[in-house]
């Protein structure tokens, strides 16, 4: 099986900076597409960023040029830098990953969600 485990979430105070990381591990034959999406309270969950194993990206319009999504490939490891925090960025955020097991069989895995709180 496979497991995401999410790291680095927190309090941070408006303006300032988080990093978030998700590396996969367990029985996998290659990782396609790594991302995160966040939920806040009363929200439906919604996508922040997602990478390609090309190293294409794609952000929601509401974190674009504020976060920062990258990925390490070796490590099968995704990360989330986030820059210029407000409140609005509250949430629970959840590493999603598409993960080939075998080389016919592909599945979509989440973490248990690490909390991002921006707050003064």
């Known amino acids: 099986q496979v497991q995401l485990v999410e790291s680095g979430g927190g309090l941070a105070q408006p303006g300032g900076s988080l990093r978030l990381s998700c590396a996969a591990s367990?029985?996998?034959?290659?990782?396609?597409?790594m991302g995160w999406y966040r939920q806040a309270p009363g929200k439906q969950r919604e996508l922040v960023a997602r990478?390609?194993?090309?190293?294409?990206?794609n952000y929601a319009d509401s974190v674009r040029g504020r976060f920062t999504i990258s990925r390490d490939n070796a490590k099968n490891t995704v990360y989330l830098q986030m820059n210029n925090l407000t409140p609005e960025d509250t949430a629970l955020y959840y590493c999603?990953?598409?993960?080939?097991?075998?080389?016919?069989?592909?599945?979509?895995?989440w973490g248990q969600g690490t909390q991002v709180t921006v707050s003064s």
């Open positions: 999603n990953a598409l993960i080939r097991t075998t080389p016919t069989t592909t599945y979509v895995f």
């Open positions: 367990g029985s996998i034959f290659s990782t396609n597409a």
């Open positions: 990478i390609i194993s090309g190293g294409g990206t």
